[in-house]
């Protein structure tokens, strides 16, 4: 598989994280919470700014999950068309071009589902698959990725788009003063990602897919997720998630390269799912991988938040624009989300324009 392009959408609405936190004070249970230690969530999260759905005004007045889901639905469409235009441009592609089109989400509930609704906003044709990735989370950048690949083996001349979009923003819980919902509050932002995709035939791409792998982790379930309540998403956070990424996650990238007969030596480049502080530090302990090999990852949860699963595809977009590797090189794409799991893409730089 080829990737033609990638390309993000934010928010109009972009905020420092001291103004985010000034705001969500005044939101989440009003007269329980301590103050202090939300700041102190928000100032570990690692994250300088993002930029949110609505008005930072607004949250305060969402009188509950039916409105917020409304707001998900108008947003994540608009935010998920401006993402894809903006990739098949770069891809020299218009929406008619596209045979196959995925839209990954767990942000919010939409019937019909976002993909259906994107098609028809952006034009795209009558008979286009489409295929809705939801529940899967932070995973589902890199899992959608992997998936594009799967159907192109198939249909090696077919064009294939993944649109991920996430207004993460939308389901934090006013009433809910958890460890997971402070922290959630100071460490998620809103956005899209979209990779424009083809299969083999044609001319190379950026950057060629090789080789997927997917992994499932025993006894994780209750690790990362949401729980649906009568007043929306709730979020599960474990605390324990970092320690998962390092027990794990240097056998399987190790064991997947070794079936290419390639060690962590021979990856020249890293996109990383931007999970936290935490979770991207036991990243690099694990894989004993140097700051700099995942600065782009650092820059991305400092500069919006973690998207979700438009995060690693926003590292994507970085990688291959601002850092191009070198034309044969390999690299690696990884994220972990809901399950608990990961999804692990080995990469190989072409000489392509994004």
Same mark, same amino acid.
Request: overall charge negative.
């Given at each position: 598989?080829?990737?033609?392009?990638?390309?993000?959408?934010?928010?109009? !609405?972009? =905020?420092?994280?001291? /103004?985010?936190?000034?705001?969500?004070?005044?939101?989440?249970?009003?007269?329980?919470?301590?103050?202090?230690?939300?700041?102190?969530? !928000?100032?570990?999260?690692?994250?300088?700014?993002?930029?949110?759905?609505?008005?930072?005004?607004?949250?305060?007045?969402?009188?509950?999950?039916?409105? %917020?889901?409304?707001?998900?639905?108008?947003?994540? $469409?608009?935010?998920?068309?401006?993402?894809?235009?903006?990739?098949?441009?770069?891809?020299?592609?218009?929406?008619?071009?596209?045979?196959?089109?995925?839209?990954?989400?767990?942000?919010?509930?939409?019937?019909?589902?976002?993909?259906?609704?994107?098609?028809?906003?952006?034009?795209?044709?009558?008979?286009?698959?489409?295929?809705? *990735?939801?529940?899967?989370?932070?995973?589902?950048?890199?899992?959608?990725?992997?998936?594009? !690949?799967?159907?192109?083996?198939?249909?090696?001349? !077919?064009?294939?788009?993944?649109?991920? $979009?996430?207004?993460?923003?939308?389901?934090?819980?006013?009433?809910?003063?958890?460890?997971?919902?402070?922290?959630?509050?100071?460490?998620?932002?809103?956005?899209?990602? %979209?990779?424009?995709?083809?299969?083999?035939?044609?001319?190379?791409?950026?950057?060629?897919?090789?080789?997927?792998?997917?992994?499932?982790?025993?006894?994780?379930?209750?690790?990362?997720?949401?729980?649906?309540?009568?007043?929306?998403?709730?979020?599960?956070?474990?605390?324990?998630?970092?320690?998962?990424?390092?027990?794990?996650?240097?056998?399987?990238?190790?064991?997947?390269?070794?079936? =290419?007969?390639?060690?962590?030596?021979?990856?020249?480049?890293?996109?990383? =799912?931007?999970?936290?502080?935490?979770?991207? /530090?036991?990243?690099?302990?694990?894989?004993?991988?140097?700051?700099?090999?995942?600065? *782009?990852?650092?820059?991305?949860?400092?500069?919006?938040?973690?998207?979700?699963?438009?995060?690693?595809? =926003?590292?994507?977009?970085?990688?291959?624009?601002?850092?191009?590797?070198?034309?044969?090189?390999?690299?690696?794409?990884? %994220?972990?989300?809901?399950?608990?799991?990961?999804?692990?893409?080995? *990469?190989?730089?072409?000489?392509?324009?994004?």
């Amino acid at each position: 598989m080829q990737i033609l392009s990638a390309r993000s959408a934010l928010p109009e !609405h972009r =905020h420092t994280q001291d /103004e985010i936190t000034d705001a969500f004070a005044g939101v989440i249970a009003r007269g329980r919470l301590d103050e202090r230690v939300l700041r102190r969530f !928000h100032r570990n999260a690692g994250v300088s700014q993002r930029h949110l759905a609505l008005p930072l005004e607004a949250y305060a007045e969402l009188s509950g999950f039916t409105e %917020a889901n409304d707001h998900f639905i108008e947003q994540a $469409v608009v935010l998920g068309s401006r993402a894809v235009e903006e990739a098949l441009k770069a891809a020299d592609l218009t929406p008619s071009d596209v045979d196959l089109l995925m839209v990954a989400t767990v942000t919010g509930l939409a019937i019909p589902s976002l993909d259906a609704r994107i098609a028809a906003v952006t034009g795209m044709r009558p008979d286009v698959k489409r295929v809705p *990735l939801v529940g899967l989370g932070c995973v589902a950048g890199a899992a959608g990725v992997a998936r594009l !690949h799967d159907y192109l083996l198939g249909r090696p001349d !077919h064009v294939a788009v993944l649109i991920a $979009v996430e207004l993460c923003s939308l389901t934090v819980q006013r009433d809910d003063v958890s460890v997971p919902n402070l922290v959630a509050s100071g460490l998620f932002g809103d956005g899209a990602g %979209a990779v424009v995709a083809r299969g083999s035939a044609g001319e190379p791409g950026r950057a060629e897919v090789l080789d997927t792998r997917s992994r499932l982790y025993p006894d994780s379930e209750r690790t990362m997720g949401f729980d649906v309540t009568s007043g929306g998403l709730r979020i599960v956070l474990d605390a324990e998630v970092p320690a998962i990424v390092g027990r794990y996650i240097r056998d399987d990238v190790d064991g997947f390269l070794a079936t =290419h007969d390639l060690t962590r030596a021979d990856v020249g480049w890293w996109v990383c =799912h931007p999970g936290g502080p935490k979770v991207i /530090e036991a990243l690099q302990e694990a894989l004993e991988l140097e700051r700099e090999d995942v600065r *782009l990852t650092w820059e991305s949860l400092d500069r919006v938040g973690n998207l979700s699963s438009a995060s690693v595809l =926003h590292v994507l977009e970085s990688t291959l624009r601002e850092r191009p590797p070198r034309p044969g090189s390999y690299g690696m794409m990884l %994220a972990m989300g809901p399950g608990f799991c990961s999804e692990l893409v080995l *990469l190989r730089a072409g000489e392509g324009a994004l």
